[in-house]
């Protein structure tokens, strides 16, 4: 397995991890992340390529830091990591936006609140992303043959995805909500963004609450595919942390930008799968041939792409329809 140096020096730990409170502290002070308002295409769009630009951004100053301090080689291998585990995180993160939309479409949630939701759902999966990445890294450096654990994991994850791809799952069954419907004192009704509020002089909770829950649970289960796939890349940290966080800074902006067109991409939950299913056998095979980080990169881009054209060329009829409706609307109106 790949045990490659670690290239995070704490100003480096310290520098990102200020540049990630700082643009947290812009999204919810400076930039409206506190006020109620639906999400447009053409904002959310704006910030994918403003989130997707900073982290190439980024790559290329690691980059050419790394130059500088230790070669061209290394620089080169710890880009191409990062890139690499920052295209498959991205890519994972669009089956968080499939999720997202069942949930807010189950409890109703109207467009202009869901941001707000959205917000603190980045902040905790930030927190246990980081929890579980250090903790992942020290086992990984303690016990290397624990790889070999996560490849088989992600096999079975990506077999079992490809079964479930066209299931829907059912929230009411969902053990999370059960438990949180039978212990908390839950509000009807609409109360706006509010997740509390007061009853007769009791503290009652909101179901807003209740999908922030179910967004939280939804980010920690896909944590635990995400994480073991990008291991299979590299067991430095600083990548497996930097190239994480940028795909969740990016995850709100993403299912804005997707929510509309989210019946275009059915497809893609396979390419994911097959995804999974590579990188787990990547890891179990590698005692006997060593995958390219290249190779890995060009491989998941093929299956993503893939999925992604089949997934809108089958759906082609699906848009005339749509696009004929409006026009005869727009011609009664």
């Known amino acids: 397995m790949n045990n490659a140096i670690s290239i995070g020096e704490p100003w480096m730990w310290g520098a990102f991890v200020a540049f990630v409170l700082v643009m947290l502290a812009l999204d919810l002070f400076v930039f409206g992340g506190r006020k109620a308002h639906k999400v447009g295409v053409r904002e959310a ?80 999966a930030i927190v246990m992303r980081a929890i579980m990445i250090l903790a992942g890294a020290w086992v990984v450096r303690e016990f290397s043959w624990v790889l070999y654990l996560f490849g088989f994991f992600l096999v079975v994850t990506g077999m079992r995805m490809l079964v479930m791809a066209e299931k829907t799952p059912d929230l009411e069954k969902n053990p999370v909500l059960k438990f949180a419907r039978r212990h908390l004192r839950i509000a009807d009704g609409d109360h706006g963004e509010k997740f509390t509020v007061m009853k007769d002089g009791v503290r009652h909770f909101t179901p807003l609450f209740l999908v922030l829950i179910l967004i939280e649970v939804s980010d920690l289960v896909f944590a635990v595919d995400s994480i073991p796939a990008i291991f299979a890349i590299t067991t430095d940290p600083f990548i497996v942390f930097t190239s994480n966080i940028f795909a969740i800074l990016g995850l709100r902006a993403l299912y804005f930008l997707m929510a509309d067109v989210a019946d275009r991409f059915h497809l893609l939950k396979y390419g994911l799968a097959m995804v999974l299913t590579f990188i787990g056998a990547k890891m179990l095979v590698a005692p006997w041939y060593h995958v390219p980080v290249a190779a890995s990169l060009a491989i998941v881009a093929v299956l993503i792409g893939a999925s992604v054209i089949a997934s809108l060329i089958a759906t082609r009829g699906l848009i005339r329809s749509h696009t004929t409706d409006r026009r005869i609307r727009q011609t009664r109106a």
Request: proline letters at 1%; hydrophobic letters at 60%; charged letters at 10%.
């Open 45 to 124: 769009g704006a910030w994918t390529l403003a989130w997707v630009s900073l982290a190439l951004a980024f790559n290329v100053g690691l980059w050419w830091h790394l130059s500088g301090l230790v070669g061209p080689e290394v620089a080169n291998q710890k880009a191409l990591e990062f890139l690499t585990g920052y295209l498959i995180e991205w890519s994972l993160s669009v089956d968080n936006v499939f999720v997202f939309l069942l949930i807010f479409s189950s409890f109703h949630v109207a467009a202009e609140y869901q941001r707000r939701v959205l917000i603190y759902g980045v902040l905790g």
